[in-house]
């Protein structure tokens, strides 16, 4: 007798014992039995043959199956049928990892090639332009008249500036203030920089971001630290 399994159903070698066993009443002529007197139903030879029925329930059927020729017919023929069924299921499973794999790897090598193919993109940088504004005689603030031909609205590029500023006269040197806002005075640009004296000139040197300024009027105002700003009408180009 064969040692307890946890699904009860016909071991190895009971399947071995039952086919054997038929396999004799065939060769010896078999047991027609025309009548199929004591045969189970179609469905309990194929939970047999398939091994979905418990032992406990199979074992009343096994002896009649092995001393019936119509019954160990029927209970081989779904043997084979199981057996063809799991052949397609494995081939099926094989052709669906072939083309997987085959997908893959026309995909990984489509992609590759066109990678090694792709110049790589080489983010461009604008350089900053020299730029010069000469504050020394622009006496002008925003909203009084033109006083003189110099007195028009300062004109930059858009771009990013390195801009020195040439301050009014009575300018002294330190930390000063530049923005750039519209004509409502929302703040659009603001930078820093340090002013220095030298030949009597004070000179402010900044770094003026206004390439993302649509190009029209705004204003410019330039301060020390703390103190008051001079504005002037700007244009950028």
Known sequence: M???????????????????????VLLSE???NPERSGCPQPEVLKA???RRMP?????????HVASCSPCFVEYTAFQKQAARRKTLELMLASAALLIV????????KFHGLREIGRKPE???VMPY????????????FRGEQPASANSGPIQLPRGRLDLTILLPKDSGPGNYGVRVSTELEKTLVTTTG?????????????????????PGGYVLAIGPAGGERREYPLVVK
């Open 48 to 50: 047999i043959a398939l």
């Open 194 to 214: 340090v002013a220095v004296n030298e030949n009597r000139i004070t000179t402010l040197n900044v770094k003026l971001d206004v390439s993302n300024l649509s």
């Open 101 to 108: 794999t085959g997908v893959a790897g026309w995909l990984w």
């Open 55 to 63: 032992l406990a329930q199979a074992t009343q059927y096994v002896d």
């Open 122 to 124: 080489i983010a461009t």
């Open 30 to 32: 078999g047991f027609p």
């Open 2 to 24: 064969s040692k307890s399994r946890g699904d009860n159903s016909l071991s190895k070698k009971e399947e071995h014992w039952l086919l054997e066993a038929g396999k004799r």
């Open 129 to 140: 332009q020299k730029v010069t504004v000469d504050l020394r005689n622009r006496i002008v």
